[in-house]
């Protein structure tokens, strides 16, 4: 049996903001090699959040302890993420601080 896709309400906004996060950091770069290598690694990470066994529950990634991702694209996210954060405050803020508060919640 084929397992059913993750659609609900909180795997969804964690699918924005992480669209976001990876739009904001490849924003500063113009060349095609950068844009494919953004298309890439966009795709696996809604892949990746489209599986997560986690589902509606799912820790912020940054804090699973399962860690799905493969070393490639786990380091590519880190640099994402080290860039982007921040930045998230200014153009997203509401967005920014669920997913802070999110991390919060479950290092408790
Ligand atoms: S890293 Fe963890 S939380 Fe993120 S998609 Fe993979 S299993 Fe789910």
Known sequence: ???PINDGP???FEKKTVSAMID???KQFKDEAHQEERSDV???A???LNYCRFGEEKPTCK???VH???KKYQDQMKVIMRYSGPRMLLYHPIMSVEHMLK???YKG
């Open 1 to 3: 049996m084929v397992k």
């Open 10 to 12: 909180k795997i969804n």
């Open 24 to 26: 904001i950091y490849y």
């Open 42 to 44: 966009l795709s696996y």
């Open 46 to 48: 809604m892949a990746r």
């Open 63 to 65: 804090i699973c302890p």
């Open 68 to 70: 799905c991702y493969q």
């Open 103 to 105: 991390e919060w919640r």
